[in-house]
């Protein structure tokens, strides 16, 4: 119990230091690190602190990111008693009010004049009743609803690096494109991503989308950072001002091309690390067109040596007409 309490104290002020908040899922960070057990997740740990820097929320979440499937399961008992107590409630309320207004109904037939309006009464009132069963019946759906589209969400979430999954970000792109009317998004990709996974292996590939979701998502925020089909990430960009995009996205660049990066089991150096991206806007384009343009620029900027932004121009010039 003393060691136990122990580490809790150190965990408060670990989180304290690094300027974190409280929350189980920072206090479980701390304490699964200051516990020291899990040799592999210390190292990576140490690594991000390494020099003093402090840990970011977005830093804890890319390093342990957690089961999404386990946390969503543990949490569809909960939705499933919310389904069940909604169904219950909603038929309750409709059999309720067909067995009354059954029974209204067979009174009216042989009740005394005096006594019709009273039944009417009743039945306008059983009504109103049933109606405001059924608003909140609805406002549980909707409640529901939010949960499951939650739910949904962290089933999606890419395990590596915590980031909303490929299904997630086009279901993204497509809300932003059909609410705005016009966007632009950032294809981004590791320069030097699949020789070092071909010399160096898949853990090294993760350590690499690791750094580099770290980055982005450090440089590029409030923009929308997630996953993506044939590069690893896409950076969602609802804004019309392109420039501070562009610029936000050449900052990344910059602070993955200045970082350090090591081999964690022999400590060498495993060299200059950079990012590329292509960036593209909609001008009515679908979210698939769009996505294409993108690695075409994404694949222009490699060409071109990489550790660089390409865009598209903002104006598409038209030839005139030759006569």
């Not at 990111?65 to 909604?86: C, I, K």
């Not at 980031?163 to 990709?189: H, K, W, Y």
């Not at 690893?232 to 804004?239: A, E, T, Y």
């Not at 990066?261 to 991206?277: H, M, N, Q, V, W």
Request: proline content about 4%; glycine content about 8%.
């Amino acid at each position: 119990m003393v060691k136990q309490g122990g580490i809790g104290i150190r965990a408060i002020r670990f989180l304290d230091d690094h300027g974190l908040d409280h929350t189980p899922d920072h206090y479980a960070f701390a304490h699964r690190y200051l516990a020291g057990q899990d040799r592999p997740f210390a190292a990576a740990v140490n690594h991000e602190i390494e020099g003093g820097v402090r840990l970011r929320a977005d830093s804890v979440r890319a390093l342990m990111p957690g089961d999404p499937a386990a946390a969503t399961a543990a949490n569809f008992g909960e939705l499933a008693t919310q389904l069940l107590g909604l169904l219950t409630n909603t038929a309750s309320a409709t059999g309720d009010l067909n067995r009354d207004l059954v029974k209204t109904a067979a009174a009216l037939v042989s009740a005394e004049p005096p006594r019709v309006r009273n039944l009417v009464v009743f039945m306008i009132e059983r009504t109103a009743e049933t109606e405001a069963s059924l608003s909140a019946a609805l406002r549980q759906a909707q409640a529901l609803r939010d949960t499951l589209n939650g739910a949904r969400d962290d089933i999606g979430r890419d395990p590596v690096t915590g980031l909303p999954g490929v299904d997630s970000m086009t279901r993204r792109l497509e809300a932003s494109i059909a609410d705005a009317g016009n966007c632009a998004i950032a294809i981004v990709d590791i320069d030097q991503r699949a020789q070092l996974t071909l010399e160096h292996g898949a853990e090294m590939e993760q350590r690499l989308l690791k750094a580099a979701s770290l980055t982005l998502c450090a440089a590029c925020s409030p923009y929308q950072v997630g996953r993506w089909g044939d590069a690893p990430f896409l950076v969602l960009v609802d804004d019309p001002d392109i420039a501070t995009a562009i610029a936000r996205l050449e900052a990344a660049c910059a602070d993955m091309a200045s970082r350090n990066l090591k081999r964690r089991e022999t400590d060498e150096p495993i060299g200059r690390i950079t990012l590329s991206a292509g960036v593209a806007t909609t001008r009515g384009r679908d979210a698939g067109q769009v996505a294409a343009a993108a690695m075409r620029l994404l694949a222009e900027a490699k060409r071109a040596g990489g550790n660089r932004v390409v865009a598209e121009p903002r104006l598409i010039a038209v030839s005139p007409n030759r006569a």
